[in-house]
């Protein structure tokens, strides 16, 4: 019995239909002066903690995507479950100053899928990049 090793289980991944369904929403923040993404994040889990609790705010798996937050034309994207997605547009419409900054957010849109939310709502960075692809200058 000494000799008989232990075998450590991978835990299996979960069927893509057993999965929890994934929303999109796309905002835009209106502000004084430009919003700092750190300053952003910290904002809207405040907002999402006071109103929705720290139970629900975990339940509703909400991620800021970092990679399609835009500084300039201060646009990003939420994830979040889809039964959850009312919720977090209210948390997010409680919001009034960001950093020490008065500010509001719009909600332009909620998506199924990233590859929509891009091509629908961030339309204008992506013919730059159709251009700068095709030699344009």
């Known amino acids: 019995m000494p000799d ?56 509703s798996e909400m991620w800021l995507i970092q990679n399609l937050y835009n500084d300039k034309t201060q646009r990003g994207v939420i994830k979040c479950r889809h039964d959850f997605v009312e919720r977090i547009r209210t948390s997010i419409s409680l919001i009034q100053v ?7 957010i719009r909600i332009i849109g909620v998506t199924g899928t990233i590859k929509s939310a891009k091509t629908r709502y961030f339309e204008e960075s992506n013919e730059g990049l159709k251009r700068f692809s095709e030699g344009e200058p």
């Open 4 to 59: 008989e090793k232990k075998q450590i289980s991978i835990p299996k991944m979960l069927p893509p239909s057993l999965r929890s369904h994934k929303r999109y929403i796309v905002f835009e923040i209106i502000s004084e002066k430009p919003i700092d993404y750190g300053d952003f994040v910290n904002a809207v889990w405040e907002s999402m903690l006071e109103f929705l609790g720290e139970d629900q705010t975990a339940e």
């Open 98 to 104: 960001i950093g020490e900054t008065r500010a509001a």
